[in-house]
C-alpha cells in the first residue's frame, strides 16, 4: 500500500512582497518500497490534426473555427464567436449548413451574390477564407488581432459582404449561439 501526501507551503506572515517572494524549500514525493513499478508499452500512437479532428465534430462551432484555421487566423474566443454570430445572420443556427454555404459566399460557389452552394462544408470554410483574404482587408485584420468579436462585427457590417451592412449593426445580435450538429452527408 502507498500513501501520497502533498503538504502545500505555508505562506509568509510578512506583508514584504520581496519577503514573499523568497524560496520556500522543495516538496517531496515518497513512494513505499514495497509499490511494485510495472512498465507500460504502447504499440502505436496516432493523431488527428487540427482540421481533420474540426470535419469529424460537425457543428457550427467546429466549421467556425475551420474558417479561422483556413485564413490563419486565431482561435480565440472572440474570433469563434463574431464567426458564429456572422452565421446566423447569413443562415440562422438550425439550419447553418443551408447549401453548404453558411456566410452565403459567392467566391468559389457559382453564385456570385452569395446564393451558391459547395460540395461540402470543408471546401465552403476554405473558400469563405480566401475570399476574406481577397477584398476585406479590414476583416482580415481583426480576425488577425482575435481580441474582440465586437470590432471584428463592425467591420463586417461596414464591409460589402452584405449589402444590406446588417442594418450597421442593428439586425446583428450579441445573444449566444445555439451550437447545433450539420448532417454529415455535409461534410
Avoid: C, F
Avoid at 517531496?28 to 508499452?41: I, M, N, P
Avoid at 452565403?104 to 483574404?133: E, F, I, K, V
Avoid at 445573444?175 to 455535409?186: E, K, Y
Wanted: hydrophobic residues 45%; charged residues 15%.
Amino acid at each position: 500500500m502507498a500513501g501520497l501526501s502533498i503538504v502545500a507551503p505555508i505562506p509568509p506572515a510578512q506583508a514584504d512582497p520581496v519577503a514573499a517572494a523568497t524560496p520556500v524549500a522543495a516538496q517531496a514525493l515518497r513512494v513505499s518500497a514495497e509499490v511494485d513499478g510495472q512498465a507500460l508499452s504502447r504499440d502505436s500512437l496516432s493523431a488527428t490534426d487540427v482540421k481533420q479532428t474540426l470535419l469529424l465534430g460537425r457543428t457550427n462551432e467546429d466549421w467556425a473555427k475551420l474558417v479561422l484555421l483556413d485564413g490563419g487566423w486565431p482561435l480565440t474566443d472572440q474570433n469563434v464567436a463574431v464567426m458564429l454570430r456572422w452565421m446566423r445572420q447569413e443562415n440562422g443556427p438550425h439550419d447553418w449548413w443551408n447549401r453548404n454555404n453558411p456566410l452565403n459566399n459567392g467566391y468559389g460557389s457559382g453564385g456570385g451574390a452569395g446564393l451558391g452552394s459547395y460540395p461540402n462544408l470543408g471546401d465552403a470554410a476554405m473558400y469563405a477564407a480566401a475570399n476574406l483574404h481577397r477584398g476585406y482587408p479590414a476583416v482580415v485584420a481583426d480576425l488577425a488581432a482575435g481580441t474582440s468579436a465586437d470590432a471584428t462585427a463592425a467591420a463586417i457590417w461596414a464591409s460589402p459582404w452584405s449589402s444590406s451592412h446588417y442594418a450597421n449593426g442593428t439586425h446583428w445580435s450579441t445573444a449566444p449561439v445555439d451550437i447545433v450538429t450539420a448532417p454529415a452527408s455535409d461534410w
